[in-house]
């Protein structure tokens, strides 16, 4: 695969529910930078990656139109749909022909670090298909409808995910062809055809901004 051929679409069209806020979350401040300029700057200051593409709500496109003249490597700005999976089928629409790795990444995880991306990346050359995730700390219970525990997972081999998730483009692009509405990241419709996908260590550091108090954790550890 030739590293000229890496490409990222950052999801950024979600409704922000939880975050509670009028601006869109992407644009929530962190630091004297809107969320979404954080990672935009690690993937723009990575050599083998060619293109970005950004993802948001149709009401939102035009406060977004700037950041073409801030991160060069924007291929395009498009417009998300109903679901997370939808918006991602949506960046792979704006993708070149010539995309050999595609990096799926959520503007709501602006604490990433180029080391993360780099690990990334050797792991999807090597294996076609990996994710950064790290060791849960705490125990997790599987609780049915009525609230009572039905099992609990062995704690070693639970991992939290998290993005960027990274795929060969023709393996992504297939995964996104069968119905994923319920799919909350990539590697979930990648497993269901059947492909194997390699986790990889993240960073505890990597959290995702949903509620207002996300944010206020972030500022401390940014
Ligand atoms: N996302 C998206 N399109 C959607 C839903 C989500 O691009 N239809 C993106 C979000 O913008 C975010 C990422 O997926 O960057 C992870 O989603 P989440 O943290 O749940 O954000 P929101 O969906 O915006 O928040 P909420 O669920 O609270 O409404
Ligand atoms: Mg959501």
């Known amino acids: 695969m030739r590293a000229q051929q890496i490409a ?3 999801v950024a069209a979600g409704s922000g529910m939880r975050f509670k806020s009028k601006t869109p979350k992407a644009l929530a401040m962190l630091k004297n930078w809107p969320l979404i300029h954080h990672s935009l700057h690690i993937f723009e200051h990575i050599p083998s990656i060619h293109d970005i593409i950004v993802v948001g709500r149709k009401e939102d496109l035009r406060r977004f139109e700037s950041l073409h003249s ?11 749909g109903k679901t997370r999976a939808d918006s991602v089928k949506c960046g792979l629409l704006a993708l070149d022909s010539k995309t050999a790795m595609v990096l799926v990444h959520d503007a709501a995880r602006p604490l990433i670090s180029q080391a993360l991306v780099l690990r990334l990346i050797a792991a999807v050359r090597r294996h076609k298909a990996a994710i950064v995730a790290v060791p849960v700390k705490a125990t997790v219970k599987e609780v049915d409808a009525k609230g009572w525990i039905k099992h609990t997972p062995k704690r070693s081999y639970l991992w939290e995910a998290q993005t960027p998730q990274g795929f060969e483009a023709n393996l992504l692009v297939r995964a996104h062809q069968r119905k994923g509405g319920d799919a909350t990241d990539d590697a979930m419709l990648v497993e269901r055809l059947g ?16 509620t207002p108090e996300d944010l206020c954790i972030a500022k401390e550890i940014a």
């Open 8 to 10: 990222v679409i950052i």
């Open 195 to 210: 492909t194997k996908v390699k986790v990889v260590m993240g960073d505890y550091r990597n959290i995702k901004i949903t």
């Open 70 to 80: 801030r991160f060069k490597k924007i291929r395009a700005i498009v417009p998300g």
